[in-house]
């Protein structure tokens, strides 16, 4: 099977991208689904045409600038408010937010 047989066979159709919107309860009309399916299959052909490119013996790239940032110093710059937004909640215990169960 050539390169292009095995594009056209990953292409997304119209169809696909509305069983996948549906799964994810996502409602598209036909023409958004097939918009949709159009952009999708050229990110894919992008993809894969970088999947070709050989990058054997490249670094990868840490930085894309010759020297590296500068970082800000890590100090605290405003004081602990906890017991003040505390104050207002209705349940507290050991510092937490206490909540009605949600889930049993």
């Known amino acids: 099977m050539s390169t292009s047989d095995a594009q056209h066979s990953a292409d ?3 169809e696909t991208v509305s069983a996948i919107a549906h799964l994810a309860r996502l409602s598209l009309n036909d023409t958004q689904s097939a918009e949709y399916a159009q952009s999708l299959n050229k ?13 054997d013996g490249i670094e990868p790239l840490k930085s894309p600038f010759d020297h590296p940032q ?6 605290v710059s405003e004081s602990n408010h906890r017991e003040q937004y505390q104050a207002v909640a209705p349940a507290v215990q050991d510092g ?4 009605p169960r949600v889930i049993e």
């Not at 500068?70 to 100090?75: A, G």
């Not at 937490?96 to 909540?99: F, I």
């Open 12 to 14: 997304l159709s119209a």
């Open 43 to 55: 990110i894919l052909g992008m993809m894969d045409t970088l999947k070709g490119i050989n990058t």
């Open 70 to 75: 500068p970082l800000r110093e890590d100090v």
């Open 96 to 99: 937490l937010y206490l909540v």
